[in-house]
Every structure is written in C-alpha cells, then in structure tokens.
C-alpha cells in the first residue's frame, strides 16, 4: 500500500513539475532554443533552493532544545543561508540574462507567484470537493 501511495505522490509530482515547464514556458513565451537553455537553468537553481529551504527546516526542529550559545551560531548560520540565497539568486539573474532578456526574467518571478496561487487555488478546490463527497 505505501508503495502505491508513494508512486501516486510521484506522478502527482511530475504532473505538478509538468505544469509548471508549461505554465513558465508559456508565460515567459520562450523559444525552443531559450526553453533549451533556461530549463536546465532553472531546474539547477530550483534544487538549490529546495536544499537550503530543506536545511532550514531542519534547523526549526531544534529551536527549543538549544542552548544560548548554539542559538547564537544558529542564529547565525540562519543569516548565512539568507545572504547566500540573494547571492544565488543574482548569479541566477546574471546567468539568465544571457538566455532570455530582461523583461522576460521579470516575467520569469511573476509566473512563479502566479503559478504557486493556482496550484494553491486547484489544492483548496479538491479539499471541497472531498470534503462534499
């Protein structure tokens, strides 16, 4: 049964990633030679940001149990990830800009909200219509 279960969380991820490459894609009306060199791109920084979102979370389930002094280096370790997720998100922005232009980066940042809403909007939607059922 989890196996199934995990093969289901699975395909609704590539069914959520699907979308998301066609929603971008669409939004940012990239050409196939820009689609080539953007995804990758893209997917590259997506995995860094997913990893330090990961490393975050691990560092929530400590709070109460630390010390003065580990709070402070966590503290710190907390104000390193921030700074270095600005600095991974220029370098992203600078290598962009040799893919696809300037308005479509900005196009880029407003899609990825737009897409998030949705997908939250499609999620609030199948809870009603499981809680009805």
Do not use: C, G, H
């Not at 049964?1 to 979308?19: G, I, P, T």
């Not at 691990?58 to 710190?76: G, H, I, V």
């Not at 479509?104 to 499981?130: G, P």
């Amino acid at each position: 049964m989890s196996y199934s279960s995990m093969s289901q969380e699975d395909l609704k991820m590539d069914n959520v990633k699907a979308k998301r490459i066609a929603f971008i894609t669409d939004e940012l009306n990239l050409t196939s030679q820009q689609a080539e060199k953007f995804w990758p791109l893209y997917n590259a920084y997506s995995k860094n940001k997913k990893e330090n979102r990961k490393e975050k979370r691990d560092a929530d389930e400590r709070y109460k149990s630390l010390t003065d002094a580990q709070a402070k280096t966590l503290l710190t370790e907390l104000i390193n990830q921030e700074e270095n997720k600005v600095k991974d998100k220029k370098e992203f922005v600078e290598k962009l800009k040799s893919v696809i232009d300037v308005k479509q980066i900005l196009l880029l940042f407003r899609a990825e909200r737009k897409f998030k809403r949705e997908l939250f909007r499609d999620y609030k939607r199948q809870i009603r219509v499981i809680k009805i059922d």
